[in-house]
């Protein structure tokens, strides 16, 4: 079923200062057998422990913690540039694989944990939210949602409502994982530290419409991330004429990498149409610093 173009959708987001939700360290992570004095060093090891600092059972190695949490992910703080890292926040709302039901992806390294809140907040965005399977893929944990509208019971089709979506997680992100702000576009309005690195628009916008069989062209855009750029992307295609089938949205730290399935009454998009369409999306991302004249 082909998007339908909607007015276009503003957002607002708050900061928090929700302190990070990390899991306790265990006993049994530090209870390991020790040959000599071992009740000596049980009693150093918990000191230490109360101080901040963890032995692992594994190898002779500190762990961060702050108040008993993880400051970090469990990993060794061989340096203080690993202490530091952040991992990248990935945000994929998958139109595409499901008949049914709207697939979100969601990973933040090996960070996120039940994400409760955040299903909650999709729910009261009018949604059905089942979680589906966590997988692992090195030291990333990818959490995955099906979603569906509970009006309909089917999957979500309206582009305001996908971007309160991706919205939606990318907020609840920012809040309970404050450190995530330095590697979001959002986190220069709404996070507590902005992002270091600035994208240059002209230098990180790529669109490309290639062939998808003799019914559908492909069109891909990669381009600097804001809030609302889902719901004007849709605009500007339907400004065209050019019906989308299908998307998926993929939102790496401060990029946008979207692709989208489109046609033209029925068929695919032919060279002319292709470009008119690449011009419009290249222009309007280039934001008004761009002469008109370019145009």
């Excluded at 006993?27 to 692992?56: K, M, T, V, W």
């Excluded at 994208?199 to 490309?208: K, S």
């Amino acid at each position: 079923m082909a998007f339908t173009a909607t007015p276009l959708f503003s957002s607002t987001a708050s900061s928090s200062s929700t302190a990070l939700h990390r899991s306790k360290f265990l006993d049994s992570d530090f209870a390991a057998p020790f040959s000599h004095d071992s009740f000596h060093l049980i009693n150093f090891s918990r000191r230490f422990y109360e101080q901040g600092i963890c032995l692992s059972r594994k190898k002779n190695i500190l762990f961060a913690s702050v108040n008993g949490t993880n400051a970090v992910s469990p990993t060794p703080l061989k340096s203080d540039q690993d202490a530091d890292y952040i991992p990248m926040p990935h945000v994929l709302i998958d139109q595409d694989s499901n008949s049914d039901a709207t697939i979100v992806q969601l990973s933040f390294g090996d960070r996120l944990g039940a994400l409760i809140d955040t299903m909650n907040a999709l729910k009261d965005l009018g949604l059905d939210v089942a979680k589906g399977t966590v997988n692992t893929e090195g030291s990333v944990k990818q959490t995955k949602f099906f979603i569906t509208r509970l009006d309909t019971g089917r999957k979500v089709e309206d582009p305001d409502l996908l971007e309160r979506i991706r919205l939606t997680i990318i907020n609840n992100l920012l809040k309970y994982h404050p450190e995530s702000s330095e590697q979001l576009a959002m986190g220069e309005a709404f996070g507590i530290k902005a992002p270091e690195k600035k994208l240059d628009v002209d230098i990180a916008t790529h669109i490309h419409v290639k062939e998808d069989g003799p019914k559908r062209s492909l069109l891909y855009i990669e381009t600097a991330d804001r809030p609302g750029l889902l719901v004007e992307i849709m605009k500007i295609i339907a400004d065209v004429n050019v019906d989308v089938e299908s998307a998926e949205i993929d939102t790496e730290g401060l990029v946008a990498k979207d692709k989208f399935h489109v046609s033209y009454g029925g068929a695919a998009l032919n060279s002319s149409l292709s470009q008119v369409l690449v011009n419009c999306l290249r222009y309007y991302l280039r934001r008004p610093e761009t002469d008109i004249d370019s145009y």
